[in-house]
């Protein structure tokens, strides 16, 4: 190699380097914001600030006008339920909402010593455009599940050595950020459509 091509070589690496550390610093930042929960007068649900997959900071109200389907879960999810689950409710989000505007998957990781932004952001990519993932600090994620009615269980795992079980249901806030009701994280994409279109119908929560 010229001398030329291996000072390419050597400021594309430190260019690398740079931009890993730069990546762990912002997510080490993000993680230490506290989080101020309101439940706007929901039984389940409400406020909540997580770290995004870009190392940027997303709310509740980056999401307002849009029905959420909030799920907790991790990258490493027991019994690998997390990915179908998300892949499922975003096909049936694509048969209620086909043009894609009024509704987001919000996935909530309970595992930041290993999801970090990129890792986040590349299993939101592999999954679909509409799952938005995020996570935040182990005291703030525990009082944002409490919130949200999602149990936090590590179950040991024979290839990851342990895994974040996933809750048992979506629960769906409203554009206005209001409970409406929840659906069977394990159901198929015909029943998660019908119940989609029922709470989305109702003018009461669906339990």
Not at 22 to 45: D, Q
Not at 66 to 80: E, K, N, Q, S, Y
Not at 184 to 197: E, G, I, V
Request: glycine share 8%; aromatic share 6%.
């Amino acid at each position: 190699m010229t001398p030329a091509g291996k000072r390419i070589v050597l400021i594309g690496a430190g260019i690398l380097a740079l931009a890993g550390v730069g990546s762990f610093v912002a997510t080490n930042i993000a993680l230490k914001h506290s989080i101020t929960l309101n439940s706007y007068g929901n039984p389940v649900g409400g406020s909540f600030r997580l770290m995004d997959s870009t190392t940027g900071t997303m709310t509740d109200k980056s999401f307002q006008g849009r029905w959420m389907l909030v799920l907790f879960g991790a990258t490493h999810c027991g019994d690998d339920a997390c990915a179908p689950a998300l892949r499922t409710m975003s096909a049936a989000l694509d048969e209620v909402d086909p043009g894609k505007r009024k509704m987001v998957i919000i996935f909530v990781s309970l595992d930041p010593d290993r999801d970090d932004a990129e890792r986040l952001r590349q299993y939101g990519e592999g999954i679909s455009p509409r799952v938005v993932a995020g996570t935040a600090a182990p005291f703030a994620l525990a009082d944002l599940a409490k919130e949200y009615h999602a149990p936090v269980e590590k179950v040991s795992d024979p290839e990851w050595e342990y895994a974040m079980r996933m809750s048992p249901q979506f629960v769906v806030m409203d554009p206005q950020t209001r409970y409406r009701g929840t659906i069977n994280a394990q159901a198929d994409q015909a029943s998660m459509t019908a119940s989609l279109r029922q709470i989305m119908a109702s003018d009461t929560p669906t339990p």
